[in-house]
């Protein structure tokens, strides 16, 4: 079984690797599933929000499972779910993640809770 401060500098680790938009450094820290969905999110969204970051509030270690709570900025420069940029920028969002820890790498989602609601409301393109 893996430590849980290992799994806790995971995560960190991750949040060092989206912020700086490195998609070579997801082998690092994740594999199978996550290092897809990571790959095929990061590099779009940061085109989206090139100055897009997450910081670390909380992470959380039991077992298998690693919890991370982060709150995320960035401002609206390219399109983004088909909506033209805004130039607007969203502060402090909450997302949380639950991630499973297999081979010493975070391996699977398990829940993802973004609110994506304020975000929008900040970017000014829902009510």
Known sequence: M???????????RLVEIVNAGDLEGLEEVASGQIAEAARR???PFRESFPDFRMEVREVIAEGDKVVGYFKCSGT??????GISPTGKRFEDVDEVYIFRVE??????????????????????IQP
Do not use: F
């Open 2 to 12: 893996i430590d849980p401060e290992e799994s806790k500098a995971l995560v960190r």
């Open 41 to 43: 999110w990061i590099g």
């Open 76 to 81: 609206h420069q390219g399109d983004w779910r």
């Open 103 to 124: 081979h010493r790498r975070l391996a699977s989602p398990i829940a993802v809770v973004e609110d994506n609601l304020t975000r929008m409301r900040q970017l000014g």
